[in-house]
Nanobody, 124 residues
Framework: QVQLVESGGGLVQAGGSLRLSCAAS????????MGWFRQAPGKEREFVAA????????SYADSVKGRFTISRDNAKNTVYLQMNSLKPEDTADYYC?????????????????WGQGAQVTVSS
């Protein structure tokens, strides 16, 4: 079955960096767009970034544009989220997800498989 496993979360000071990884298995990873979402306590899940099957098309939320970079390695079945210049407001659980193939990649409604989440805490 499809599995997505995130790693790389942790505690970092404001201005620091973290790289999240999401290892996929159980499907043809290179055939699917992938996305990262986050959810802070008491808030709705929000779009962070998405990447198409080849890595040639990227999209970002305005709040992370210029600071975060999404990438993928289809040979390793892994998608990454490099997070730089982190701010306290980036604190959240971060989820990778597989896009279902139709609908906008910015909406969580159009993703069919999700990882368990990686906690990111940015201290001020």
């Amino acid at each position: 079955q499809v599995q997505l496993v995130e790693s790389g979360g942790g505690l970092v000071q404001a201005g620091g960096s973290l790289r999240l990884s999401c290892a996929a298995s159980g499907h043809t990873f290179s055939a699917y767009a992938m996305g990262w979402f986050r959810q802070a306590p008491g808030k709705e899940r929000e779009f962070v970034a998405a990447i198409n099957w080849s890595g040639g098309s990227l999209s970002y939320a305005d709040s992370v544009k210029g600071r975060f970079t999404i990438s993928r390695d289809n040979a390793k079945n892994t998608v990454y989220l490099q997070m730089n210049s982190l701010k306290p407001e980036d604190t959240a659980d971060y989820y990778c997800a597989r896009h279902a193939g139709t609908g906008p990649t910015t909406s969580f409604l159009h993703y069919d498989y999700w990882g368990q989440g990686a906690q990111v805490t940015v201290s001020s």
